[in-house]
């Protein structure tokens, strides 16, 4: 493809402002007059969501973890089509695996794999020469990736500023900017996630405004350009929904599916300018034929006219749940629509929408469950086994997914559980189609959920006969099945017979050493960083 100009934002470790300078760099590059694209690498919704709107278009998410390294490339190549600059948020420190394992990706793996320059962060309020030997080691700690150069953040004084320089100006690494103590605003609200930049609200401009103004200032943008530019060709094709739809089909080795003759209606969640998910949920709901139409849980009182089918994505944080509880009338149309039988799709918060209540508070009561907040977060992948046939996955699919949510639901799966990882253990809930877990999951690594969420909801049926369980609390319709023992097995043939899995009593039941999946580090990963 065509030269795409491009640098990946980086950082020894989390809190050196990686993410409000490469934020800054976007807002202040646009006001330049250049067309932005933002990146961010890593599953967090609420860092893609501000450098979109600093980029004026789709923030992306870059994850090997979700979607498979060789996928990177050509969303890249996709979410930055048309850009005079593609700016890449990096997660955690560089060389930080998302996961837990030894050989888990990281931003250096990323940065590697499209051949893209580092822009290393670094905070210097407590450093004076070290900053060279910390900026050499990380020069020399991969031979194959490429640091281009270096932005001092939280410098003290002028005469700071200038120990910083000499010292990397002796190792040869170019200092692009210093923003001195105080200059850089502070970071994006993470509790409120992306919902301050869904309804563009005044604060959200504000911060994306100063930031590019601190940015302009202490930055040379000509050299970042210039960097950027130096980068090769990236040499692979462009991910489009289309394209993807028709190589998952053709893995599997069936025909495309033709698209339906009348594109049913999937609603899914978030504004018109940005759903609380990954982009290309929508991108390939519509490839596969769909008419997509947003529906804000935060505002809208009813779902679109004629909707066939929900999706709930995991990026509403759960800091919104009073919101949702309060939001009565579309509470009730999203559980009529579930028990309908209708296809419904719920991650993250979208799951606590339908449980009985959240912390006391009323919630949809589609399941027979209740959610209450812990003292700490649980943050991290998951290679989950699906444990029933639904749009999301056949039974016995394998999926890579992401968790972060401070809420414990108990009890923690229904009859038919969404999924199992780690040592067996069930989560989530599976009942006629509706399929709700507190697991994300990106569909670019996946694209074939959203043929099979639009056939289901181009069916017409109502599910009233599905064999796939009632909630939690009703009687189960076939024998149980144990969990899966420790350890890896194979996926299950798609015609195998639907099954039950683990029963739990009726109603809820207090967490126990066996819910809490913290006891359970299936590709853990760290807590992204805070600015």
């Given at each position: 493809?065509?030269s795409?100009?491009?640098?990946v934002?980086?950082?020894?470790?989390?809190g050196?402002g990686?993410?409000s300078v490469?934020?800054?760099?976007?807002a202040?590059l646009?006001h330049r007059g250049?067309?932005?694209?933002?990146l961010?690498?890593?599953?967090?919704?609420t860092?893609?969501?501000y450098?979109?709107a600093?980029a004026?278009r789709?923030g992306?998410?870059?994850?090997?973890?979700?979607?498979?390294?060789?996928?990177?490339?050509?969303?890249?190549?996709?979410?930055?089509?048309?850009?005079?600059?593609?700016?890449v948020?990096?997660?955690m420190?560089?060389?930080?695996?998302l996961g837990?394992r030894?050989?888990?990706?990281?931003?250096?793996?990323?940065?590697t794999a499209?051949?893209?320059?580092?822009?290393?962060?670094?905070?210097?309020a407590t450093?004076?020469q070290?900053?060279?030997a910390?900026?050499h080691?990380f020069r020399?700690?991969d031979e194959l990736?490429?640091?281009?150069?270096?932005?001092?953040n939280?410098?003290?004084?002028a005469?700071?500023?200038?120990?910083?320089?000499?010292a990397?100006?002796?190792?040869g690494?170019?200092?692009?900017?210093a923003?001195?103590?105080g200059?850089?605003?502070?970071?994006i609200?993470?509790p409120?996630?992306?919902?301050?930049?869904?309804?563009h609200?005044?604060?959200?401009?504000?911060l994306?405004?100063?930031?590019?103004e601190?940015?302009?200032?202490?930055v040379?943008?000509d050299l970042?350009?210039?960097?950027?530019?130096?980068?090769?060709?990236?040499?692979?094709?462009?991910?489009?929904?289309?394209?993807?739809l028709?190589?998952?089909?053709?893995?599997?080795?069936?025909?495309?599916?033709?698209?339906?003759?009348?594109?049913?209606?999937i609603a899914?969640?978030?504004t018109?300018?940005?759903i609380?998910?990954?982009?290309?949920t929508?991108e390939?709901?519509?490839?596969?034929?769909?008419?997509?139409?947003?529906?804000?849980p935060?505002?809208?009182?009813?779902?679109?006219?004629a909707?066939?089918?929900?999706?709930?994505?995991?990026?509403l944080?759960?800091?919104?749940?009073?919101?949702?509880?309060?939001?009565?009338a579309?509470?009730?149309?999203?559980?009529d629509?579930a028990?309908s039988?209708?296809p419904?799709?719920?991650?993250?918060?979208?799951?606590?929408?339908l449980?009985r209540?959240c912390?006391g508070r009323?919630?949809?009561?589609?399941?027979?469950a209740?959610a209450?907040?812990?003292?700490?977060?649980?943050?991290?992948?998951?290679e989950?086994?699906?444990?029933?046939?639904?749009?999301?996955?056949?039974?016995g699919?394998?999926?890579i997914?992401?968790?972060q949510?401070?809420?414990?639901?108990s009890?923690?799966?229904?009859?038919?559980?969404?999924w199992?990882w780690?040592n067996?253990?069930?989560e989530?809930?599976?009942?006629r189609r509706v399929h709700?877990?507190?697991?994300?999951?990106?569909?670019?690594?996946?694209?074939?959920i959203a043929?099979?969420?639009?056939?289901?909801a181009a069916?017409g049926?109502t599910?009233?006969?599905s064999?796939?369980g009632?909630?939690?609390?009703?009687?189960?319709?076939h024998p149980?099945?144990?969990?899966?023992?420790p350890?890896?097995h194979?996926?299950?043939p798609h015609?195998a017979?639907?099954h039950?899995?683990?029963?739990?009593?009726?109603g809820?039941?207090?967490p126990?050493?066996g819910?809490d999946?913290?006891?359970e580090?299936?590709l853990?990963?760290?807590?992204?960083?805070?600015g």
């Amino acid at each position: 493809m065509p030269s795409l100009p491009r640098l990946v934002v980086s950082a020894p470790a989390s809190g050196h402002g990686k993410s409000s300078v490469a934020i800054g760099l976007l807002a202040a590059l646009r006001h330049r007059g250049l067309s932005t694209a933002g990146l961010k690498v890593g599953p967090d919704h609420t860092d893609a969501a501000y450098l979109g709107a600093a980029a004026g278009r789709p923030g992306r998410n870059l994850d090997p973890m979700l979607v498979g390294s060789g996928r990177i490339g050509p969303l890249l190549a996709h979410g930055a089509a048309g850009a005079d600059i593609a700016v890449v948020a990096g997660a955690m420190g560089l060389f930080d695996g998302l996961g837990s394992r030894p050989d888990s990706p990281s931003t250096a793996t990323v940065a590697t794999a499209v051949r893209a320059p580092v822009l290393l962060v670094v905070d210097a309020a407590t450093m004076g020469q070290s900053v060279g030997a910390l900026v050499h080691g990380f020069r020399a700690y991969d031979e194959l990736l490429w640091l281009g150069g270096v932005i001092l953040n939280r410098v003290s004084s002028a005469r700071h500023e200038q120990v910083l320089r000499t010292a990397l100006d002796e190792i040869g690494v170019p200092v692009l900017g210093a923003l001195h103590r105080g200059e850089l605003p502070a970071g994006i609200p993470r509790p409120a996630g992306v919902v301050p930049v869904a309804h563009h609200s005044i604060d959200t401009v504000r911060l994306i405004r100063r930031l590019g103004e601190a940015v302009d200032a202490a930055v040379d943008l000509d050299l970042v350009l210039a960097m950027a530019r130096s980068a090769p060709p990236l040499p692979v094709p462009e991910w489009t929904a289309g394209d993807a739809l028709a190589a998952e089909a053709e893995a599997a080795g069936v025909p495309p599916a033709p698209p339906p003759a009348r594109r049913p209606v999937i609603a899914v969640a978030g504004t018109a300018e940005l759903i609380y998910g990954y982009a290309e949920t929508v991108e390939l709901l519509t490839a596969a034929g769909a008419a997509v139409v947003p529906v804000d849980p935060l505002r809208d009182e009813s779902l679109p006219e004629a909707t066939a089918a929900l999706v709930l994505p995991g990026g509403l944080p759960e800091t919104y749940l009073p919101e949702l509880s309060a939001n009565r009338a579309l509470t009730l149309a999203v559980a009529d629509l579930a028990r309908s039988g209708r296809p419904v799709l719920a991650e993250g918060t979208g799951l606590l929408w339908l449980v009985r209540e959240c912390d006391g508070r009323p919630m949809g009561e589609v399941f027979d469950a209740a959610a209450s907040t812990t003292d700490r977060m649980i943050v991290g992948y998951r290679e989950a086994t699906s444990r029933a046939a639904t749009p999301v996955a056949p039974l016995g699919g394998r999926l890579i997914g992401y968790k972060q949510h401070q809420m414990v639901v108990s009890p923690r799966a229904g009859h038919t559980p969404a999924w199992t990882w780690g040592n067996g253990v069930p989560e989530g809930f599976v009942w006629r189609r509706v399929h709700a877990s507190q697991l994300t999951l990106h569909w670019a690594g996946a694209p074939e959920i959203a043929r099979r969420l639009v056939v289901a909801a181009a069916d017409g049926r109502t599910g009233a006969g599905s064999p796939v369980g009632p909630p939690a609390g009703e009687p189960a319709p076939h024998p149980p099945v144990p969990p899966h023992p420790p350890g890896p097995h194979p996926p299950a043939p798609h015609s195998a017979a639907p099954h039950a899995s683990v029963q739990h009593p009726p109603g809820p039941r207090p967490p126990s050493v066996g819910d809490d999946e913290d006891t359970e580090p299936v590709l853990v990963a760290s807590a992204d960083d805070l600015g």
